[in-house]
Each structure stands twice: as structure tokens, then as C-alpha cells.
């Protein structure tokens, strides 16, 4: 009975038990509701095969889709009082920090790296949506600051990609005045006259695009993505008319001059380059060598 009871009866539960099935194994399209299996759509750089909807992606792989070799230096920011506020809601602000942290991997909203893109030296920024809606907290409107002033020093391309709700409500007129300070950021960019490229994705709305999501030298928009101040269903109750099909999507913006240009993920690593190289007057395929990357920093590990 030993061996019957200990042997063979837990041999059969296992084989008859159901294997437990991984949370993320398919993604439905929210477009067309096809399932598609999860690796399938990693490959495919979160867009799904065959409606070409674009899913939102983390900040790590979007640094890794845009850099040589998927390496890069990442930038260091100042820390900034974590709840300037004490902020309370149903739960305290400095546990969905935590909670967004651990979900995320992120310190904040904002992620910035430095690397080759093409050979050419760049400083990109990436917001990640998952990070509380990509809110603009003090934070992350330092990260903006400092990838902009870093490629002021190192005189090259600043790469911003957005995704944001808008302002970050937990830290009031706090968040507000990074407005302000981004766009004076941009505007030493400007004067140093290094080029400012940004990419609109799916969504950026709100105080981020009131201000540096909106002051690229050329800005490009990927297919879908939802871009504005605030959203359609709120202006259609605040002036009480319905709005024109595919209002404040890529698409529309573009037709009507809001964007320059809207272009498919699978390309937005090339379109990017060629860009900064017309903008940095680099010939193709020719490397900067007076910009080399810097050493790693103590604190940051040079990562991909």
C-alpha cells in the first residue's frame, strides 16, 4: 500500500493536474480582439501581426529597440522630495510610488539612457506608461531637464518618447511648475542647436503635452496614438457637439498639421536616425569619434 500510496498515486495526480498557464501568455487586440501569443508579439516589437495595432511599451524595451547592440549608459538624476505633499487619497501617495516601482522596475515615470543610435551619439528619453499613467511629477520633470542638458554637454541629439496622462495630481502646483522648467530646458537645446526629436505615442495627453511632448524640431506621432490636452469624451460635454471620427488620433493630427509625420514602429528606429544625422549634418554610416561614450557611472550600471 506504501508504494501505492506514495509512489504511484502522486505520479497520476501530476500527470491529470492542469499546468497552470501564465498570466501574459496571449494579448488580445484591443482593435480586432484577435489573441496572439505573447512572444509573437515581443518579436514583433509589441505590434500585433495583422491589425498592426501598437502596444504600449516598457521603457527598457523601447531603449533597447533604439540602441546599437541594445546598450547604453544610464543617466544618472538628482533625487527630489519623494511626497512633497504628504498626499493622501484611499491609499498614501508614498505607497503607489512603491507599488509602481515594483511593477515597473522604474524609479520614476521617466527613463533616460545615452548610447550610439546608428553610430551617432544620443541621449534618449522614454516615458512608461505603467508608472502611474506616465504622470509628470517632479521626478520625472527632472529626468527631462537632465537628458536635455546632458545632450547639451555632450552636443548631440535629445530623443524623447511620451506617454502621459497628463500632470501628476499627488503633487499639485508642484508638478505644474515643471512646465515651465522643461521648456526652458528645451530652449537651452535649442540654442545650442542640437536637434529635439519627438515621438508621440499612444497617449500623451495633458500638462506633457502642453509642454515638451509639443516643442520638437520635428515630431512624429505612431499610428493609433491618442494626442491632446484633454480627452475627446471631455470635449464633447464641454462644447455639446460630437467631434469628427478620428479626432486627436495620429492620423488626424497629421492631416490638419499638428505632427509632421506618422510612421510605423518597424521604422522608427531608422526614421529616427536618419533624422539626426540630416539635422547633426553627419554623413551615413559615419560615426562621430569626438563624441565617444563616457565611462559608467559609480552609482549606474552601463546596461541594456
Not at 524609479?107 to 544620443?122: C, E, P
Not at 547633426?280 to 559608467?296: D, N, R
Amino acid at each position: 500500500m506504501n508504494w501505492i500510496s506514495n509512489t504511484l498515486r502522486p505520479k497520476i495526480r501530476s500527470m491529470l493536474s492542469r499546468r497552470e498557464v501564465p498570466e501574459n501568455l496571449w494579448i488580445k487586440c484591443p482593435e480586432t480582439g484577435q489573441l496572439v501569443f505573447y512572444k509573437d508579439v515581443e518579436a514583433n516589437q509589441f505590434v500585433i501581426p495583422g491589425s498592426n495595432y501598437h502596444m504600449r511599451m516598457s521603457a527598457m524595451a523601447r531603449l533597447k529597440s533604439m540602441f546599437d547592440n541594445e546598450t547604453w549608459f544610464d543617466i544618472a538624476v538628482a533625487e527630489v522630495p519623494a511626497d512633497p505633499l504628504k498626499f493622501r487619497d484611499e491609499r498614501r501617495y508614498t505607497e503607489r510610488l512603491k507599488d509602481a516601482r515594483t511593477k515597473t522596475g522604474l524609479h520614476d515615470a521617466l527613463k533616460l539612457g545615452y548610447g550610439k543610435l546608428d553610430g551617432l551619439a544620443a541621449v534618449i528619453a522614454v516615458q512608461d506608461f505603467e508608472f502611474m499613467g506616465g504622470s509628470l511629477g517632479m521626478a520625472a520633470g527632472e529626468a527631462v531637464i537632465k537628458g536635455l542638458d546632458t545632450a547639451v554637454e555632450k552636443a548631440c541629439p535629445f530623443v524623447l518618447f511620451a506617454a502621459s496622462g497628463g500632470a501628476r495630481m499627488q503633487e499639485g502646483i508642484l508638478s505644474l511648475m515643471q512646465l515651465p522648467r522643461t521648456t526652458i530646458a528645451v530652449q537651452r537645446l535649442r540654442d545650442a542647436r542640437k536637434p529635439y526629436i519627438v515621438v508621440l505615442t499612444n497617449p500623451t495627453t495633458g500638462g506633457v503635452t502642453a509642454s515638451y511632448a509639443m516643442l520638437g524640431d520635428v515630431q512624429i506621432a505612431e499610428p493609433g496614438a491618442l494626442i491632446g490636452f484633454a480627452g475627446p469624451r471631455v470635449i464633447e460635454q464641454t462644447i455639446r457637439e460630437k467631434l469628427p471620427e478620428g479626432f486627436q488620433k495620429a492620423e488626424y493630427l497629421r492631416d490638419h498639421g499638428m505632427v509632421d509625420m506618422v510612421v510605423h514602429r518597424h521604422q522608427l528606429r531608422a526614421t529616427i536616425a536618419r533624422l539626426c544625422r540630416l539635422l547633426m549634418k553627419a554623413p551615413a554610416g559615419v560615426a562621430q569619434p569626438h563624441l565617444p561614450l563616457p565611462a559608467p557611472p559609480a552609482a549606474a550600471a552601463a546596461t541594456a
